[in-house]
């Protein structure tokens, strides 16, 4: 056959698993999202749309992927936290790296005009994954917390920076050098004193950044769950017994179990087992929040994220 | 300062370079695209629009990326060749991986629309992609020949397995079972014998798939780049001199040029050198054909690809 | 300089640092012992010299690398585990695995004249190591509990085995069959009913392998360290205040602390501090045993094996 | 059975193969010579009886290993370099890395009486070890006169400080001091001027490093092969045709043997095949040399080291 003179190039394919027992950290980046902010007249110091459009993505992903048990969204990048003892792809790194960036590029793309109904896209835009192993609960909290510090200490600068330009007159280059060396507190001073601004006040959207997480949807005592009765979060429900409704969301579900026969019968059936067992528990739905995960509240209360 | 106390977590992220020297290939394939096309109706056994849209999105992966000197599709996949001596983002394998896939990806769901105006996108696509190191040019040219030719047998057999079931009003079931076991040479007799089909004038982008590449722009006598003279080629031109074109792709071009400070300044400005000699160099479009690629003769005629 | 224009061939040296945080467990074992077993006339089932040159050598490697807490070996193979934050090496995979096999070969051949003194090496024996990283405690007592339930049933086979063929008269093939397929109640009731052997009452090295640890050297009231009263271990003291002794111990600390230059100052600095802060620590010498690491108390009583 | 509940820790075994279709480098350095050499009294600038074990250690490497074509030391290193199809051990980089560091170092604790009878071993020495993948014929032939060019650095260096030293009478603080910043030519000037030494007249042992690399044997026309007549070679035959003798040299194919069906019995297969070939070929033999191997025509004369 003529192929098979060929065949062996792909002995030049080599694994790439990840360790087993660690927690996978994958990040993505926004690929030149300064220009690409600028191009779209993104508002500055945050653009709620683009923050809401980046939820959305996020959301997505972690919709299609029960093994992703958390994640957390900055600016224009997106951690995700996979649960340890996942064999999502059999732990391939490429394989992983690849396909979630990807998921979530087309989901940020696929949804644009809900978020920008007047902005046209005016060129395709790309983000950058990688993947970070964390042996144990420890270092998983340890790098949230260093992802919401960072999303805190670049807040209070580029609110200080754009409230100096946008209302006190100055130019960029006169802003950062007024803010060179500055300590939080005298950010939050020239904030308060010169622009009336509490800083703790605003959004916490852009002071946290935002959280994403399964909640179980409570028992409505009516006989059906009811989602949004008194519960502040931003909610996408996902009623998995009703089968075969046309949604975006029972569709990607069915698209992943497809994908999952090239990874080996055995792994593939365990992995079906495993979420047939999720489905019949308590229905969940995602909860976008912008709590603090930093402190201990948060984690001590949601002991499933880390646990296995 | 709050960061510091975590930013320790960053000492996990473990480098992943490239071994130099080698023939980087990064091939993507579709996510579930047998579902996906289902979905969105693809014609059988070979939709055009869907294909025209992968070359578009493959023809702007290119254009972006000056290292990237070959690629070939075909179905739902791409294969894009880096030349050997490339510095893309330091050889880094997450970060050409996963920009790579996602850059494609936002251009197969941004540029949808033109080749599918009346089926609006159902939910968002994905890609997975993967790295193959590859030493030597034969390994290469034998990459190229192993997809060409798999080419040629799926499309074979997909053209007489829809025959059958088109216009033989055969059950896929039966065409299956009819088909097994066949040779080339008997599908070609199907084809011919019973639905009068001249595989041999199918069109070629079916039976090879398509190719990218490089092509110098021939000097115009009239003074000018002439890119339609009588050339076949479906080409996209860049005229590198035009700067400030609020093009497409002047733009991602300056996309790049400001993702690279991240490298390293050294790094950096070696490759703006190197960048900044080639726009100095010829003026080249991107060719899109349906070459034979196996036999010697695109490559002698070509040698700039596999060079250094 | 001549030099210059070949030595870009080292940008072909690519990192191997191994994942931080996590425990490196590093596993030796002998190539073709068989061969060598026989070539040297060792005894059936266990021959005690080569066993305890075994250990002579892994005592070796525990001394000179402090970052070593925990060894076990049986038969031709021994297991180092090191501390999960050591920086031995930078956690370079290849410079680790290939320093600890081969100061574990070259003691092993040194030490053979003192076990073997009427058997001369009639050629160089070699070992083959590897480096398997365990993120948590659990995995490390797991890893253990395998390789000394695996020292259990070999033994338990071989002694088996041997009895059946030294004083059954069975040919070896006639043992094979008669063994096959047996439980390990069936083994002892062959031992006890005709060989009159119980095998609990054979000595703990066979049955258990050897572990290694460090323990603390107790104060002895009479002004001096006293590491032989009545204790039953077999010890190698090491006394690190007596400088300048121009013993092995002495000097392989100095050889470890040239070695580091290489890693970096700021690295080599921080390693030397803490290597002087252990030094100046109660002093501890290397105990070598055949407990039970299956069972809880051999690590519940040395909380200090798997603490960072 | 007890052993199955740990035996999940094997899982965290990762596979390490290196890319096929490349050159396998393998160097060793030694472990703290520097200190080794004083301990054991070397002779400066060069000791022969060290230089000679090397090369006898390296020696046994190269005829255990057939696809070891090419092998180069200087001082306390040696550089080996493996065939580029090679599958020895199915190319797992510990496995490899590990296996050729614990021979060398065993052959060189096992020789070393033969080349320091008078100077027992006072240690154990060790060394470490690392491999560099080359994708072509001129980075392998690049890497060689990279380190031959740096033998001849050092060399020139030490020959020219010791002199200073042990004949001028100065300290070797001195002796660095006078020679910081000189040329190559000044060197040279310096040795001959004021210690009458022509350095192109020095062993070329010391100037060039040894080359190891086999040759056939060429026939004897009395009938036998006969590798003294006038060769200046230092060459250790091996005559494969004589079986069954109790040399070493016979010993150790057996013991490669004998490992190899960890390997997969289809891969064993093959390896035994290709190298039942090459025994069937025309006997060769390893020969020891001090050639310039940074020209072209060591290389041009001897096709078969780059070969496949």
Chains 1, 2, 3, 4 share one sequence.
Not at 69 to 77: H, K, N, Q, W
Not at 87 to 116: A, D, E, G, M
Request: charged letters at 30%.
């Amino acid at each position: 056959m003529a192929n098979s003179k060929y065949a062996y190039v792909r002995n030049f394919e080599l694994p790439d698993p990840l360790l087993p027992g660690t927690f996978i950290l994958f990040r993505l980046d926004g690929h030149s999202f300064h220009r690409f902010a600028d191009k779209h007249k993104f508002t500055k110091p945050n653009d709620v749309r683009a923050l809401e459009l980046m939820d959305h993505a996020a959301k997505d992903v972690v919709e299609e992927y029960p093994d992703i048990v958390l994640a957390f969204g900055e600016s224009d990048e997106f951690s995700f936290l996979l649960r340890k003892s996942t064999t999502l792809y059999n732990r391939r790194q490429s394989k992983i790296v690849s396909t979630l960036t990807s998921l979530f590029t087309s989901c940020y793309v696929f949804h644009w005009p809900k978020y920008f109904p007047d902005t046209p896209l005016q060129y395709p835009p790309s983000f950058d994954g990688r993947i970070v192993l964390y042996p144990t609960e420890k270092h998983v909290r340890d790098y949230f917390a260093w992802r919401q510090a960072d999303t805190h200490i670049n807040n209070l600068y580029n609110t200080t920076f754009w409230a100096l330009v946008q209302q006190g007159g100055q130019t960029t280059t006169e802003a950062h050098a007024a803010l060179r060396g500055t300590l939080s507190k005298e950010k939050h001073e020239i904030l308060f004193s010169r622009f009336d601004i509490n800083y703790n006040d605003i959004d916490a959207r852009y002071r946290k950044g935002s959280v994403l997480f399964r909640e179980e949807i409570p028992e409505d005592p009516q006989g059906g769950t009811n989602p949004s009765s008194g519960h502040k979060s931003i909610v996408i429900e996902k009623r998995p017994s009703k089968t075969e409704e046309k949604t975006e969301s029972s569709v990607t579900n069915e698209a992943q179990g497809e994908a999952l026969p090239t990874e080996g019968a055995t792994q593939n059936q365990k992995t079906k087992k495993a979420k047939e067992k999720r489905k019949q528990q308590q229905p969940s739905r995602i909860a976008i929040q912008h709590y603090d995960i930093i402190k201990d509240e948060f984690w001590d209360t949601r002991p499933d994220i880390l646990a296995d």
